[in-house]
């Protein structure tokens, strides 16, 4: 609801058998530390869209994530994408759009909501969050005064084990 950045995204991603979810934003308008914090409030506020979405159309969304997964290829890359995606890991899962159907037509708002709360919910125990922050030089903090390290507090607890890098600067 609010204009960001110029670059703005936000999808799924896996990565040495790791699903995440990555959210970019790119601008010329605000600093890193807004952006974070605008993000951050973002997340907290998808148990509130999760609980005022319809178990219609939690079904429904389910429902197109089925149909999408189970269309033919419509390119020999497609498949051979499909295929090296279980190659390459070492997973072999050749009925993987099978099972991961199966396990569509399971989902419903209860689970879209204990998933939420399990693994994305500030407050969750298991919730694991990599946030790196960019600020240019021309207009961004820097042009500001001194840049400031701001830790999100549900990182706090890594500060013993991983303390930030001090701001550098790049020409």
């Not at 979405?53 to 499909?82: V, Y």
């Not at 840049?147 to 549900?154: F, L, M, V």
């Amino acid at each position: 609801k609010q204009q960001l950045g110029y670059i703005v995204f936000s999808g799924a991603r896996q990565q040495e058998g790791v699903r995440s979810l990555v959210i970019i934003v790119q601008s010329a308008s605000y600093d890193s530390k807004y952006l974070l914090e605008a993000v951050a409030a973002f997340v907290e506020s998808v148990e509130s869209i999760i609980v005022n979405t319809s178990e219609a159309d939690i079904k429904g969304f389910a429902q197109s994530l089925i149909d999408k997964k189970l269309q033919k290829d419509k390119r020999l890359s497609q498949e051979l994408n499909r295929h090296w995606e279980e190659i390459v890991p070492g997973t072999f899962r050749w009925d993987r759009m099978q099972l991961e159907t199966a396990a569509l037509k399971k989902v419903d708002k209860a689970a879209v909501l204990d998933f939420f709360k399990k693994y994305m919910a500030p407050t969750s125990p298991e919730r694991r969050v990599l946030a790196m922050r960019v600020d240019g030089t021309e207009k961004g903090a820097s042009a500001r005064g001194p840049r400031e390290i701001a830790i999100p507090t549900d990182l706090l607890k890594l500060r013993g084990v991983m303390n930030p890098l001090p701001p550098r600067e790049f020409y």
